[in-house]
Structure formats: structure tokens, C-alpha cells
């Protein structure tokens, strides 16, 4: 099967891009012929070097990754890159605009086209979308008719979609892949003696609520035993950087190798954001061993379990309770790990090329 996989680049959030890398190599390694796109977009918002980041990070050494900028070129190159391709895949936070080309070209060709969002489920896009003027109207009348196959990381989306009179077998949920570290050890547990490192990645923006972590940082900076890492890059950075205290330290954008050392070095995986889709750093998090005090959102309740004991509302104060109480324990037996069986890359493959090769 040759697939074309799209990935709208609005990359100060790079995960859209990593699941679409990982999703395109696995399928290579497993035979299938896979081009990897990415594209910037006339509306992005972030630097136009994002993508060159992320290909260098990722070393796509056998997947011809390659940065489109601009509608017209955007365009050009839907209507023109393997013609003959059995499906395109376009990954997405959610319906905008530029899907239109897409759409349209789709059904110029007669080809199957499957839509992978990514979105949080905590915002409604399409019916925002729907309100938006004749453009957008005409790009959602488009993606009822035109889409073959859509694939949700969540029950809030599907539900979403359903409401919005697409039919039930053109739904699917397939989850987040996680190619798991070769070196770690079966369980890894937190030693009491050593201090703690609490690790917080993505993109510093508001909507990703990083001053709530700087927050509790705050709230623990008296325990000189405690430190917290940022793994990311974005506009409230200097910002946060000012309202942190001596026990934060801010690493930037890290490459992947660097990512990894982090993941390593660190003991607490924190993460005050609501708005996720199935958070690509959390499950790296838990392949490295650390223990996830996230959000109590269902993206975070579907990899952990809604018994998880660190689903955490929005609130320094609970976060702070969570952080001492691992700290006070010590070592924590959480077997995580098994829950990266259900994340396999060859399992959601197979999950995938069956939604591939629906019509």
C-alpha cells in the first residue's frame, strides 16, 4: 500500500509531527511505501524553522520529508505528489481553512482521504467552525462528503462527529503509538534520598498552562531537595523565566537525543495542560520509567486508567500534595510499562491499515 501522510505544521507543537514520523516509518519498516509532508502554512504562527528542527531531530534517514510553504505551493503539490498513492493521510488539530484544497483535490482524483485529529476534545472546532463564514461552511460540507475514513484519539470527538451527521463507520478511535527505549530498566523507582527531578515538556504557550506549573514550583521552592526542568520553547518563555524561582531551570527546545537524557535524568513527569488530544510526551514519560502527575482530562484517563492515583485537577495546591506524597514515600511500584503494550507501533499499524483500506 503507498500512503501520503500531511502534517499542517502550527509547530511551536511538535507532536502532531513526531506521531506522524512515527506512524510513516513504522509502516516503511513494515514494507509499505510511505512519503512524509510537512506543511507550512500562510497563518502559521511560529517560526518557519520549526519543521527543519523537527526533521533534524528525528533523522527521517529513509522518509522524504519535505517543508511546503504557501497556499499556491500547498496546492501544487497535493495535486501533483504520488498521484497514484492508495490513500493520503492528513494529520490535524482540528478543520481549517487550508483543508479545503485538500478536500477538493481528493475528490477531483477520486482518492481515499482519511483525517487523523489530534485535537483536544476540550474545544469544539467544528461547530466553531461552522460559524466561521462561507469559506468555513463550505470546508465542513466538504469533509462530510470527501472524507473517507476519520480517526479520533477520543470519545469527545467521536461524539463530535456524530453530531455533525457523519456516519458511525466512517469513525474510528486508534490511539497514540510509543516506540519504547531499548535501555530501561523493568521499573524504575523514585529514590528518596537522591531529590527529585520533575520533568515538564511541550510548547510554552498559554493554552498549555505552563505558568500553573511555574506556579507549584513556586509553592515548592523551600524543599531545596526539588527541581524542576522545562523541555520547550514558546512565547510565554521569558515570561516564565521571570516568575520562576532558583529551583527551575529552563533546557529549551531539545533535539531528541537531548530529550531522551532528560527523560533519563528525571523522576516526575508534570503536566498542567488541559489541552490534549494523547500527549505524545506523556507516553515517553512512561516509557523512561518516570511517574505522570497530569490533568484529570480524558486524554489522560485513557493511557492511565480513571483510578490513576495523580489525575490532578487544576490546582497548585493538589499538585504540591502529589509531589510531597511521592516524595515522602519514596519508592512508588506503579507498573506503568504495561501500559505501552497497548501503544505498540506495529499494533496501532495494523490498526491503522485497516482504516487505510476502508472505503
Not at 514520523?21 to 524553522?49: I, V
Not at 467521536?158 to 463507520?169: A, R, T
Not at 527523560?263 to 506523556?282: F, I, P, Q, V, W
Amino acid at each position: 500500500m503507498t500512503i501520503v501522510h500531511y502534517v499542517a505544521n502550527y509547530s511551536l507543537q511538535r507532536g502532531l509531527e513526531r506521531q506522524a514520523f512515527l506512524q510513516a516509518s513504522t509502516l516503511n519498516r513494515l514494507g509499505h511505501n510511505c512519503e512524509l509532508w510537512t506543511l507550512t502554512l500562510p497563518d502559521d504562527f511560529s517560526n518557519q524553522k520549526s519543521i527543519d528542527f523537527v526533521v533534524k531531530c528525528l533523522s527521517p534517514s529513509f522518509i522524504p520529508a519535505k517543508e511546503i510553504t504557501g497556499a499556491f505551493n500547498v496546492l501544487m503539490m497535493f495535486l501533483f505528489t504520488n498521484i497514484k498513492s492508495d490513500c493520503r493521510v492528513i494529520h490535524i488539530h482540528g478543520l481549517s481553512r487550508f483543508c479545503l484544497v485538500f478536500f477538493l483535490v481528493s475528490k477531483l482524483f477520486d482518492q481515499r482521504l482519511v483525517v487523523k485529529l489530534s485535537n483536544s476534545g476540550q474545544k469544539s472546532v467544528f461547530k466553531k467552525l461552522e460559524l466561521a463564514g462561507p469559506i468555513s461552511r463550505l470546508t465542513l460540507k466538504l469533509a462530510k462528503r470527501c472524507v473517507s475514513q476519520w480517526i479520533c484519539l477520543n470519545q469527545t470527538n467521536v461524539n463530535e462527529l456524530k453530531d455533525l451527521s457523519i456516519p458511525s463507520y466512517r469513525i474510528n478511535i486508534v490511539y497514540n503509538m510509543c516506540q519504547p527505549p531499548s535501555n530501561i530498566p523493568s521499573k524504575k523507582s523514585y529514590d528518596k534520598n537522591q531529590g527529585l527531578n520533575i520533568l515538564i515538556v511541550g510548547s510554552l504557550q498559554n493554552h498549555k498552562n505552563p505558568y500553573l506549573s511555574v506556579l507549584v514550583s513556586n509553592y515548592l521552592k523551600k524543599y531545596k531537595d526539588i527541581h524542576f526542568h522545562f523541555a520547550g520553547d514558546g512565547p510565554c518563555l521569558n515570561n516564565l523565566r521571570q516568575l520562576a524561582k532558583e529551583n527551575v531551570q529552563f533546557h529549551g527546545r531539545l533535539d531528541q537525543k537531548n530529550l531522551m537524557s532528560l527523560y533519563n535524568l528525571c523522576d516526575l513527569y508534570l503536566s498542567t495542560s488541559s489541552a490534549e488530544g494523547m500527549s505524545n510526551s506523556l507516553l515517553e514519560a512512561i516509557s523512561y520509567g518516570l511517574i505522570p502527575i497530569v490533568m484529570n482530562i480524558e486524554a489522560n484517563s485513557n493511557v492511565l486508567g480513571e483510578n490513576y492515583p495523580f489525575l490532578v485537577d487544576d490546582d497548585a495546591h493538589k499538585i504540591c500534595e502529589s509531589i510531597l506524597s511521592i516524595k515522602r514515600n519514596g519508592s512508588h511500584s506503579f507498573n506503568l510499562f504495561s501500559i505501552l503494550k497497548n501503544h505498540h507501533p506495529d499494533l496501532i499499524s495494523r490498526s491503522l491499515l485497516k482504516v487505510y483500506s476502508k472505503n
